[in-house]
């Protein structure tokens, strides 16, 4: 205990320092206090009535911002040169787990590619339009239209689930990113253990994914890797243009539009990747492995925004100023995607190989976003 006491004894001084000044000021000026106190309670019912009606909204921004932020984040990382060391070490039993949800993923990839080639194959024989028979076969026009298909049944599947029952609408959508994460992080993997990717069958060989097949004459299905990146940004942009139709059909809340901008984002950043080449995804989820201080300065940063926001409202309601709390969100949301990216370039520029998460600084973070909420609570 005497410890901790003497670790944080600034702390300790500057908050009886505060107590004493606000003491003082209370018995020597107790009309300049009392003006205080009622301006702050004034800020907190602006804030508490600027959001408690538009909570939708609130959460919508929130997340939105974090979102541009990893987004950011992400296009930096791929276009930055080099190949950094990344400042984390991943714990043996984490490689483990990476390792055989990697073998997971890929084995359900290469089976999935395999049944839709044999289907695709069978269909061409009893066409009569089976080619001469060759060791190798390119197959970017299939794997295309399937990304292209997957993409556009997907979404419309999520949109008539969201008029059924919008929890089901939400799991689906959740598990559906999980799998179109799960893929790219696995194209990023079989870059790194190339070794492991040839003996599971899937493999980069000269800018192609190579998928070993056992069967028949031909031995080798071929993908390149612009393909490969472009058919994951045509499949993840398909389902952000038709969410977005979906939403306007069904009129839903405006929480639903996360969905149409997560997709559309994952389409923007694999097409960044089809020029940079399946290496850059092993490279952005180096980068991205300290993203939780970017966790800790958002936080930091919306906690105040919300504060703020109060003090403007309050201004605003002060002069009589005939402006919508619709106007005061939209601008803070602004300012929060302002400040999102900004962070962004700051955290790529000032750690270009990480940031450590130290208990010091995330003690100093959530004193620090703390403050605005207790002055809220006013």
Known sequence: MT??????????????????????????????????????HGVSTSARMLYGGNIGYFWTSL??????????????????????????ETPEWLERAYMRLFHAVIVVFRHIILMIYEVWTAARREAGRMSKSKPEDKIDNQYFTLSFTAGVVGSIILVLVYEVNAAVFWILTILYLVVVFLYIWSLGLVTT??????????????????????????????????TVALGLSIGTGMCGIITTLGSAIVRAPIIFTLVPITFDMISVLTAMIEFQGLKAISKLIAELRGVEISGIAMLLIISWSVYISGVLMAILNAVHAAVSTGVVLTTMFGVWVIIAVTLSIYIKRAAPTGMRVTKRLLTKALTASAIPLLLLAV
Do not use: D, W
């Open 193 to 226: 253990y190339r070794k492991v990717a040839r003996q599971m069958g899937v493999y980069l060989n000269e800018g192609n994914l190579t998928i070993r097949h056992r069967y028949g004459r031909i031995r080798r299905l071929t993908i390149s890797e612009g």
């Open 63 to 88: 997340i939105l911002a974090l979102e541009m932020h990893i987004f950011a984040l992400a296009i930096f990382s791929i276009f930055a040169g080099g190949q950094p060391e990344s400042a984390y």
């Open 3 to 40: 410890e901790i006491l003497q670790r944080h004894t600034h702390v300790l001084i500057a908050a009886a320092t505060v107590v004493a000044v606000v003491a003082v000021i209370g018995l020597l000026f107790p009309k300049a206090l009392l003006t205080v106190y009622l301006a702050l």
